[in-house]
């Protein structure tokens, strides 16, 4: 252990602050692309130009069905409801990136879920994230 403490700065062959510049424009360049992600998946659940029998805005949806997918992602990944909340809030927040339900709310819920699950493991292993979801 000591000997990789010793050895870290010198991979990079500058020091501490030219380590941490590097570092900080990697991780840029990974919550750039986990937003493009997580925007694009919002954007096949809930198109912009909605053609179906629901037709509303998937905000409504997102507010009205919060504590079911906050209790349901917590019970099953084993994080902290609160956690879990923070990325629907932010969900919620971001209008501009949510369109219209476009299929039935059940399908819609079910879609939701995998991708609340997925932005959740996200979050314990990589760290909240940044930018918007």
Do not use: W
């Not at 000997?3 to 501490?16: H, I, N, P, Y």
């Not at 840029?28 to 997580?38: Q, V």
């Not at 997918?69 to 879990?84: K, S």
């Not at 339900?101 to 699950?117: A, F, K």
């Amino acid at each position: 252990m000591h000997l990789e403490r010793s050895q870290m700065l010198e991979v990079e062959g500058a020091g501490e602050g030219k380590c941490r510049r590097i570092l900080r424009h990697a991780s840029g360049h990974c919550l750039n692309e986990a937003y493009r992600r997580a925007r694009f998946d919002l954007r096949r659940i809930f198109p912009d130009r909605a053609t179906g029998p629901e037709m509303f805005p998937a905000t409504c949806l997102l507010r009205r069905k919060r504590a079911l997918l906050r209790m349901r992602i917590a019970e099953g990944t084993g994080v902290r409801a609160y956690t879990v909340d923070q990325l629907l809030r932010q969900m919620i927040a971001r209008p501009q990136i949510l369109g219209r339900v476009n299929d039935p709310e059940d399908v819609t819920l079910e879609r939701l879920l995998v991708l609340l699950t997925m932005q959740t493991a996200r979050f314990v292993h990589v760290g909240f994230p940044k930018v918007a979801l």
